[in-house]
């Protein structure tokens, strides 16, 4: 970076956290403890691209490797079909999502548009 950022304020409280993932072939599974989520993601071309994110219950979020990647294989089982042809159409446009409660907060149930 050859310039400095300005900025007129600058607080040096840091914050740590742990966040672990799990690759399967082309969808990546992250999960941040702090917030109690799971960030899916798919992989376009060379970057990985927002797909949905699920929100934990507290006392079901103490999540290993392991447990995320029980997770990551079931979502694929449900959400994933294996085809002769792949449309053209990118993955988030396939996937859309609705909230699954009438205050629009999903409650770590998947939240697909039915078909």
Request: glycine content about 4%; hydrophobic content about 35%; overall charge negative.
């Amino acid at each position: 970076m050859n310039k400095k950022i300005k900025t007129t304020d600058l607080n040096l409280n840091v914050s740590t956290g742990t966040m672990i993932y799990v690759d399967i072939d082309i969808f990546r599974f992250l999960y941040d403890q702090e917030i109690y989520c799971i960030t899916v993601e798919v992989l376009d071309g060379e970057n990985y691209e927002f797909l949905e994110e699920i929100n934990l219950e507290k006392d079901k979020s103490n999540l290993d490797h392991n447990d995320l990647k029980k997770f990551a294989l079931n979502w694929i089982f449900e959400n994933v079909e294996i085809v002769k042809e792949a449309p053209e159409i990118p993955a988030q446009e396939q996937y859309e999502f609705t909230p699954s409660t009438s205050e629009g907060i999903c409650t770590g149930e998947l939240c697909r548009k039915p078909d």
